[in-house]
């Protein structure tokens, strides 16, 4: 009797015991198969091509915010595909520390000088572009990689391509696009810190929130 009762309670605790891990196994396993499933259907539709497009981008901070004024200072004008050009190619090598982005067909952008936004402050630029050729107006605009993408394309435009292009200062108020914040995993030339996971530009050694060193 007094051997029989630690022997089923036991027993009882290996039912229970292969119960839970069954469980979890499970568990995990019905995880995993959502977590495949989830990337075909609930994936964006493929972005419409258009002849006409316009990309905005948002940067915070001192250097940037200059940067980004001093580009559509240079570029008020932009009349040949050379301008076109050099002004995609500018905001290409700004575009890695920009927080929010929007790019889409002319079509959804009613007044070029205006777009929504909740952020009090920070700096916008952003470019008109007018093609002979479609331009990608990408799906999911947090993919700052695929929005630099279309402005690559552009920044290769041959004179027999070039239509049309502005760089736009557009101001933050109640109508127009809304911008969307980035992945910062996307951002172009950036690692993600391995101890806080702020983007720093690939080429610094040191992270800029936590002081971690990079990992090389
Ligand atoms: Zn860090």
Redesign the pocket.
Known sequence: MSSSIPFASLACSLVVFLAVAGGLVFFLMRKRDSGVSREAPAGFAPAPLAREIVCFLRFEGEEDESYVQDIARRFSRISSAAQARDAALALVRAAPTATHAWLGPKSEVPDLGAIRSGLGFGAYIGLYASARTALDTVADDRSLDRVVQTLRDVAKWTDAEFVNAQVLSPQAGTSGPVLVAVNPESRPGMQL??????P?PAHETV??????RAAS
């Open positions: 810190c391995a101890y806080c996971g702020h720093n992270c800029a929130n936590c002081g971690a």
